[in-house]
Every structure is written in structure tokens, then in C-alpha cells.
T-cell receptor, first 115, second 110 residues
Framework: DAGVTQSPTHLIKTRGQQVTLRCSPI?????VSWYQQVLGQGPQFIFQ???????GRGNFPDRFSARQFPNYSSELNVNALLLGDSALYLC??????????????FGEGSWLTVV | AQRVTQPEKLLSVFKGAPVELKCNYS??????LFWYVQYSRQRLQLLLR??SRESIKGFTADLNKGETSFHLKKPFAQEEDSAMYYC????????????FGKGTKLSVKP
């Protein structure tokens, strides 16, 4: 059984550009979350989606947006990229509704470098 | 404010020695606490959660609400335990998102 899959694995963008990161949850999982991990820090929560609806949002600017599709896959979009957006972006999925108690499974992440 | 603190960036021990990775948290309710581990070139994965009260790979962690701590312990470290360890809390409710500490890199020397 495939785990959480993310694409692309690595990408380089220029300041001011826009980026779209993609995530496919584990089969049967309906909840997807996004985290940003800056070098030397722990992951920081960005968004959580369940059944295609946003269920949680972290302390990130409006340049960050996301959505979940009918097949439960998800995209994270970041507009007007800044150098500080350079990070590993992690997607995580869980089986059911986003309440505490559900085990969260992480993907390998998408490394974004902004130059 | 909700916060997880891992005071040690790096912890180095010899094989067979006891290990304790410290984690303190700040949360005004009843959080659920977790330890996640990331081995070299692998994805972040759940090691254990306080609600399960189980031992995984010889590791245990006890939630101490009085000291707001959730330290990870293992009596005899193995070389394969070398990894990055993250303590995290979930505030519960309808979100279930995780708040992570900065992580502690455990290095077990032969």
C-alpha cells in the first residue's frame, strides 16, 4: 500500500513566482494536512482539509492557499514567493475526521527553494 | 500560547546507555502528546502517543501534567535509534492539527 505521495520532490522558484504542490493521501484517507518545515525547525501547521472543506488554518499569510479534490487529493498554492518560503512542505493524511486521536501519516515532502 | 519546547538540539550517548529526550509543553487545556521520529532518509513517522501508554522499540513516555512534560526514555540505547525526534501536541477539538517542537537529534555511538 502506497503511503502519502507528494510531488514534485524538489523545485526551485524565483521570488515573486507562484508554486503548486500536490499530495495524494493514503487510499481511504479523507483528511489532508499541510505543514511547512524550515531548516532546523519542527513542522509548522498550515492547513487541514476534511471532505473537501477547510477545517483548520495555521498562522500563515493569505499568499498560502489550498484545496482538496473529490478524490481527496490536495494542492497547496503559494503566491508571490519570498525567500523565506524556502522549506520542506509536508503533506499528511489521516483516516477520518480531524479530531485528536487519529494517527497522522506524513509524506516525504516537497523541497522548495526560492532564489 | 500553545508551545512545545525541546531544550536539546543534539543528544549524544553511547550504545547501551540510558536515553532521555526532554519535552515540555504549554497548553491551557488537556492536550494529547506525541513523539514522532525521522530516521535518515525516511519520512516523519509516529513513534508513540501518551494516550496509548505503550512501549515502542523500547521507548516509553509518561505525561506529567504537573510539570507539563512528556519526556521520551529508553533504558538501553541502540545505534539504530539514531534519528531526529520531535515532540508534538494536539489541542484536540475539531482540528487535530499538531504543534511540533524544534526536534532533538539523537546520536548513538558504538
Amino acid at each position: 500500500d502506497a503511503g502519502v505521495t507528494q510531488s514534485p520532490t524538489h523545485l526551485i522558484k524565483t521570488r515573486g513566482q507562484q508554486v503548486t504542490l500536490r499530495c495524494s493521501p493514503i487510499s481511504g484517507h479523507k483528511s489532508v494536512s499541510w505543514y511547512q518545515q524550515v531548516l532546523g525547525q519542527g513542522p509548522q501547521f498550515i492547513f487541514q482539509y476534511y471532505e473537501k472543506e477547510e477545517r483548520g488554518r495555521g498562522n500563515f499569510p493569505d499568499r498560502f492557499s489550498a484545496r482538496q479534490f473529490p478524490n481527496y487529493s490536495s494542492e497547496l498554492n503559494v503566491n508571490a514567493l519570498l525567500l523565506g518560503d524556502s522549506a520542506l512542505y509536508l503533506c499528511a493524511s489521516s483516516l477520518d475526521s480531524p479530531v485528536s486521536g487519529n494517527t497522522i501519516y506524513f509524506g516525504e515532502g516537497s523541497w522548495l527553494t526560492v532564489v | 500560547a500553545q508551545r512545545v519546547t525541546q531544550p536539546e538540539k543534539l543528544l549524544s550517548v553511547f550504545k547501551g546507555a540510558p536515553v532521555e529526550l526532554k519535552c515540555n509543553y504549554s497548553y491551557s487545556g488537556s492536550p494529547e502528546l506525541f513523539w514522532y521520529v525521522q530516521y535518515s532518509r525516511q519520512r516523519l513517522q509516529l513513534l508513540l502517543r501518551h494516550i496509548s501508554r505503550e512501549s515502542i522499540k523500547g521507548f516509553t513516555a509518561d505525561l506529567n501534567k504537573g510539570e507539563t512534560s512528556f519526556h521520551l526514555k529508553k533504558p538501553f540505547a541502540q545505534e539504530e535509534d539514531s534519528a531526529m525526534y520531535y515532540c508534538a501536541l494536539s489541542g484536540g477539538g475539531s482540528q487535530g492539527n499538531l504543534i511540533f517542537g524544534k526536534g532533538t537529534k539523537l546520536s548513538v555511538k558504538p
